[in-house]
């Protein structure tokens, strides 16, 4: 992340975290479609669009700052946070109106909501209720607008409006009130850091979030094949924890305290996730945020095995079918671990996938989590293999007011043949040392642009 333009962002909140800790301190859906929808929900999460997610169908005229040529009301702001980070992680500056159109949707209090077809409107209008505010659309926002730098006030005034919501558990619900679900504590978690802030100093009622995400996680006494793995929510009768992989995808990432602007990590070897410690049936060793990540990232390559390096989509009767959106996020959430062999074999499935897979082509919110999950193993988020990733994100919305000093923008929408997952593998050290150039060359852009 590129944090250095919000050391003051940091420094408000420290001073808010006293007020925190007493009594009332990121699939983009209404109170109502999210009960039908949360399993379907796949951006990094953190909570996103799993594939194959419906559309009402567009409107008949779009913002011209918003990219995506689909009906916006579930996912407007979602994908337009999730193009922006993806950009930045190729080393683009965005475009200044598709950041003023995304800050544009910020509600007076602080909060986003999916989307807002007149912002001019207050939030509580009769006619905006439909898509009220909700925690995810919020923290993938803060995620964006930290990373573009520039917009601190509005980063500042969402993260007192999500730490306002949180819930006694310490996590949060998709919208203020509901019980915490992982996906929403995750894409929050990764506001939080990427605002400056510490997510364990965010607490109340004595929880901070990694409580919350915790307590979703299955333990020992689930089937071996499932331990480690994070539920969406408990069951509303039973209170039994099933295993779901987009929440753990999205858990495994936040329990390590990251979003999905996520840099290579340190090293050139890959660690070996450890699953949870247990004995007859009982763990024998203290479950931490960091052994909880890796044992949830051990339960997500047991399924990435199994599947050929790929997750299956959860939507009723398409079981079968690939996920690719949420394969992506895993690749960020096992990257960010340390995992990197695991990362390797399924971002290689994605490339292998991206001719046939509709969505890459033209779809915002699928491209950028593509080219998220390359920036994130090390590679170069402008394309993968010979697919120009950010020739194909830039066609469906405003140009980026500046491109990479050695961006692959040219072809037909197919990139030159540059470097290959296994190719960008083998240069890792390159790429790390690229991604710290690349992060100081945005940095200067930012200031030089005023955002």
Avoid at 246 to 259: E, I, N, W
Wanted: charged fraction near 25%.
């Amino acid at each position: 992340m590129h944090r250095a333009a919000f050391r003051g962002v940091g420094g408000r909140a420290r001073l808010l975290t006293a007020h925190r800790k007493a009594p009332e301190m990121f699939l983009r859906r209404s109170a109502a479609a999210l009960a039908a929808s949360a399993v379907l929900s796949a951006a990094v999460a953190p909570v996103a669009h799993a594939d194959g997610s419906p559309s009402p169908g567009k409107p008949s005229k779009l913002p011209e700052g918003l990219y995506g040529k689909s009906d916006p009301t579930f996912d407007g702001v979602w994908r337009q946070s999730l193009t922006l980070l993806a950009q930045e992680a190729s080393g683009a500056t965005p475009a200044k109106e598709a950041v003023d159109w995304l800050a544009g949707q910020q509600c007076d209090d602080g909060s986003f909501t999916a989307y807002r077809a007149d912002p001019e409107r207050p939030c509580d209008a009769e006619d905006q209720k439909k898509t009220p505010s909700d925690t995810n659309a919020t923290a993938l926002a803060v995620q964006a607008l930290a990373a573009v730098g520039g917009r601190s006030d509005a980063v500042a005034k969402s993260v007192d409006w999500l730490t306002s919501v949180q819930n006694k558990d310490g996590g949060w619900g998709f919208n203020p009130g509901q019980p915490s679900d992982a996906n929403s504590v995750a894409v929050v978690v990764g506001a939080l850091t990427a605002a400056g802030e510490k997510p364990r100093e965010v607490v109340k009622d004595g929880k901070d979030p990694y409580a919350a995400l915790l307590s979703l996680q299955l333990g020992c006494d689930a089937k071996k094949p499932e331990r480690g793995a994070f539920a969406y929510q408990p069951d509303k009768k039973t209170g039994d924890l099933a295993p779901n992989d987009y929440a753990s995808t999205a858990a495994v990432l936040a329990t390590l305290g990251k979003g999905l602007l996520t840099e290579p990590a340190d090293g050139e070897g890959s660690s070996e996730p450890k699953p949870l410690a247990c004995e007859d049936g009982e763990e024998t060793g203290k479950r931490t945020p960091r052994t909880a990540s890796s044992a949830g990232a051990a339960y997500l390559t047991g399924v990435l095995d199994a599947n050929d390096g790929h997750l299956r989509s959860a939507m009723p009767g398409a079981e079968k079918q690939p996920d690719h959106v949420t394969t992506a996020y895993a690749v960020i959430a096992l990257a960010a671990g340390g995992q990197r062999d695991e990362a390797r074999t399924s971002l290689r499935w994605l490339e292998k996938s991206l001719p046939d897979w509709k969505k890459a082509k033209n779809d915002p919110g699928s491209i950028a989590a593509v080219m998220l999950a390359t920036h994130a193993t090390g590679g170069d988020a402008a394309e993968l293999g010979d697919v120009a990733l950010l020739k194909r994100l830039n066609a469906t919305g405003p140009e980026p007011a500046a491109m990479p000093a050695a961006g692959s923008d040219d072809g037909d929408g197919d990139g030159d043949g540059g470097s290959s997952a296994v190719a960008t593998w083998s240069l890792v050290g390159a790429g790390l040392a690229a991604g710290a150039g690349i992060g100081f060359l945005m940095s200067g852009r930012r200031k030089r642009q005023g955002l």
